[in-house]
């Protein structure tokens, strides 16, 4: 894979969907990162073997802006080696898969540029969807200062659950996706005051 990457300086988009990078080595340190200074989009779902600690740690992105899709499994795995992708990296765009476990979002803390945050909570019901969202405010309470735009999908979360995050986090645009356990009528009453615009998706 380090080679397919040096040898692709332009690469914008790197899609990986259940391939697990396996670099023969005991340490990947010992491989120099690859410069990738057009890389604007990096996603990684269905691997087995977490990407911090085999991929990301080959790949330098050195674009403004870096879109990352990425599993919450893998973030809680190895917390340092996220903390050390997010503190080289400018993500500006990170869409979160959220796993059935409260995950270990509190490294997100160290993504300072981020401007959008999407989660997909995975059919999960409100009890985990609660500690993912306590987690959020942790992380993101004094660090995401640039963060305009928050997405919720797919989970049975209370009103007062994503009031809590607002208050804390405040977005201009929220969007809820699927989101259950209210009405669209009560969240709307509640949320929208909180925010410049409010999307409810019920598809």
């Not at 990407?51 to 973030?75: D, G, H, Q, R, W």
């Not at 917390?79 to 509190?106: K, M, N």
Request: aromatic share 4%; glycine share 4%; charged share 20%.
């Amino acid at each position: 894979m380090a080679d397919v990457l040096a040898a692709s300086p332009e690469l914008r988009t790197l899609i990986l969907l259940g391939v697990d990078i396996i670099t023969g080595h005991d340490n990947v340190s010992s491989f120099s990162p690859i410069t990738l200074s057009k890389l604007e989009v990096l996603s990684v779902q269905s691997a087995h073997k977490n990407p911090f600690v085999t991929l990301f740690p080959i790949v330098a992105p050195t674009s403004s802006e870096l879109s990352l899709k990425v599993s919450s499994k893998a973030l809680g795995e190895d917390p340092e080696a996220s903390i050390s992708f997010f503190e080289r990296s400018s993500i500006t765009d990170l869409c979160v898969e959220a796993s059935y476990s409260s995950p270990s979002v509190r490294c997100l803390a160290a993504i300072k540029s981020l401007q959008s945050l999407s989660i997909d909570f995975g059919l999960m019901e409100k009890e985990k969807t609660g500690s993912i969202l306590d987690d959020l405010i942790l992380a993101g309470s004094e660090n995401w200062v640039n963060l305009r735009t928050l997405t919720l999908s797919s989970g049975t979360c209370s009103v007062q659950a994503i009031k809590a995050v607002l208050r804390k986090i405040p977005v201009e645009t929220l969007t809820l996706r699927r989101i259950q356990d209210s009405s669209i009528k009560r969240l709307k009453r509640h949320l929208a005051p909180l925010v410049e615009k409010l999307i409810i998706l019920s598809d």
